[in-house]
């Protein structure tokens, strides 16, 4: 009897709720007195009152634990975590206009309609909510909105100056789908590769950088619908140049403290229209070439000595030299970005120079001081003479080929 009333009591005192404290001291004092009534068992009574003190124990050691309070929710313009880092930002970039290149300052200019997009789930509605596919928002609306939400921060890192031109709108999807257009004009700063001039392609390259999130947060990246978006207007004409495809590559930056960041470069390919240019420059370049080579086919061998005296012969080189000089600035100074590089044109006019300077040599040791017939006699001469007469043309003129040939290749 007094094992079944203690097991009786220890489960109804462990059934207790824990936030009912007071009501436990209260069934305390009432089995008290009840346990008390009987006076043929006390031994029952005293152990009745044991379990519910260890009753009202559990009780309150319930009600001492403290309530958890929930996790406070992220304002909707820090990094969306909903479907982990880093956020991939999708990168799309449109070439609307394109009017002019200016190779002297590397630069060009644009009008370029930038496509980002990518998702957070903070921004899931019901989409019987939304009258449409999105909701859509421009001007001072899609600044507003802006403000509210998260958005990557994502510049034209080589933009020259300030932008002429600048709008943007923004779409919000039902299902957590951000898309964000921007268009800009402006001049952009790039590099010209001149190698093969004015043979050559170009790439008119816009870079993208995520600066204020770092690469573990941000990755700008692109897919194959991004790549069909990524391409020049129809109506893009260019004056000496053919626009051609967009290409687009990614290429991180690093940032402080050992971060990096993500870079992203859409290029146009533009081919130059070599015709004019081609004519302009390689003509007078090959007509000046002909110059020293005629230094030395104007003479000629005769009894026994040269026909021709060497000063007159020198005048002749000496005014090829000023000839090739003026090309040459008249050329850098149309073409600035062809005079710091090796190209076809600098290849032709170091030939010219060189021929200039074996031709100047020959008049004057072989015309003037006559140095093989000193050393060997006049049959040797003849015969250096003969061969220099036709070995020097052929390797100017073979060179020269070669070079050009190259740049076409």
């Known amino acids: ?14 059934a207790l709720p824990a936030t009912a404290a007071a009501q436990h001291h209260h069934r305390r004092s009432q089995a008290e007195v009840e346990l008390m009534a009987g006076a043929n068992a006390p031994a029952e009574a005293d152990a009745a009152v044991v379990v519910a003190d260890a009753a009202v124990a559990v009780a309150d050691a319930a009600v001492a634990v403290p309530e958890v309070a929930p996790a ?108 964000l257009m921007g268009r800009t004009s402006a001049q952009f700063a790039t590099t010209f590769d001149t190698e093969r001039f004015p043979f050559d392609r170009q790439k008119l390259g816009v870079a993208l950088i995520s600066e204020r999130e770092n690469l573990d947060q941000v990755a700008l990246d692109f897919r194959q619908d991004d790549l069909d978006y990524s391409r020049v207007s129809p109506s893009v004409q260019l004056d000496g140049w053919t626009p051609g495809l967009v290409s687009l590559w990614r290429d991180p930056i690093d940032g402080w403290h050992g971060e990096s960041h993500a870079r992203l470069w859409v290029a146009l390919e533009v081919e130059r229209q070599s015709g004019k240019t081609a004519a302009a420059i390689f003509i007078p370049l090959f007509a000046s070439l002909l110059i020293p080579l005629l230094a030395m086919w104007l003479n000629k061998w005769e009894d026994g000595g040269f026909k021709i005296e060497a000063f007159e012969l020198a005048n002749v080189i000496v005014g090829g030299l000023f000839a090739v000089i003026a090309l040459n600035f008249t050329v850098m100074g149309e073409f600035k970005s062809v005079a710091g590089g090796d ?7 170091g030939l010219n120079y060189l021929t200039l300077g074996l031709s100047l040599v020959v ?33 100017a003129t073979a060179t020269a080929v070669a070079v050009l040939l190259a740049a076409v290749a």
């Open 72 to 179: 406070a929710t992220a304002p909707a313009t820090t990094v969306p975590l909903g479907k982990g880092l880093p956020v991939v930002v999708r990168v799309g970039l449109f070439f609307v206009e394109v009017p002019a290149i200016d190779e002297n300052a590397a630069t060009f200019g644009a009008t370029v309609d930038l496509r980002l997009r990518w998702e957070d789930p903070r921004l899931r509605v019901d989409p019987a909510t939304v009258a449409g596919e999105y909701v859509e928002y421009r001007g001072a609306a899609a600044d507003a909105r802006l403000g509210e939400i998260w958005s990557p921060e994502v510049r034209l890192a080589n933009m020259v100056g300030e932008a002429s031109h600048q709008s943007h709108g923004l779409r919000v999807y039902p299902d957590g789908r951000v898309e």
């Open 1 to 14: 009897m007094r094992r079944l009333l203690v097991a009786l009591l220890v489960a109804a005192g462990l």
């Open 363 to 395: 008049n004057l040791a072989l015309f003037r001081f006559n140095l093989a017939e000193r050393l060997f006699g006049k049959e040797v001469q003849r015969e250096v003479f003969y061969f220099l007469a036709w070995a020097v043309p052929l390797l």
């Open 343 to 349: 190209n076809t044109v600098t290849r032709l006019f």
